[in-house]
Nanobody, 120 residues
C-alpha cells in the first residue's frame, strides 16, 4: 500500500535549522511531483515547497516555494531512496506547524505529518 512517512520534526529555537524527510513506498516515486505542505493552528493548509519529477536525461527537477520561505527552505529529492527532503533554516516562530508530505500525479497521496515547533 502507499505510504508517506515524514520524520525530522521537533522543537527548535528561532534562527535554527531542521531537515525534514519523507520516505515513500507503494508507488513509482520518481514519476510524482513531491510537495511539502504545512498547517498551523487555526489556519488552512498551505503549500510550502514542491519539486517536479526529474527530467529523464538531465535529471533536472524544477522546484517552487512559498514566498514566505524563499531563501530559507530548500526542497530536494533522492529517487534512489524514494525520499524527499525539506531543509529549513533561519526558522521563525511563524514556521510552527504540522508539515505534511504530498505526492501528486493526477492522484495524490498524503503523509500523516510531523510537527515543527519554533520557540525559545
Amino acid at each position: 500500500q502507499v505510504q508517506l512517512v515524514e520524520s525530522g520534526g521537533g522543537l527548535v529555537q528561532p534562527g535554527g535549522s531542521l531537515r525534514l524527510s519523507c520516505a515513500a513506498s507503494g508507488f513509482t516515486f520518481s514519476f510524482y511531483t513531491m510537495n511539502w505542505y504545512r498547517q498551523a493552528p487555526g489556519k488552512e493548509r498551505e503549500l510550502v515547497a514542491g519539486i517536479s519529477s526529474a527530467e529523464r536525461y538531465t535529471n533536472y527537477a524544477d522546484s517552487v516555494y512559498a514566498e514566505s520561505v524563499k531563501g530559507r527552505f530548500t526542497i530536494s529529492r533522492d529517487d534512489a531512496k524514494n525520499t524527499v527532503y525539506l531543509e529549513m533554516s533561519s526558522l521563525k516562530a511563524e514556521d510552527t506547524a504540522v508539515y505534511y508530505c504530498n505526492a501528486r500525479r493526477g492522484v495524490e497521496y498524503w503523509g500523516k505529518g510531523t510537527l515543527v515547533t519554533v520557540s525559545s
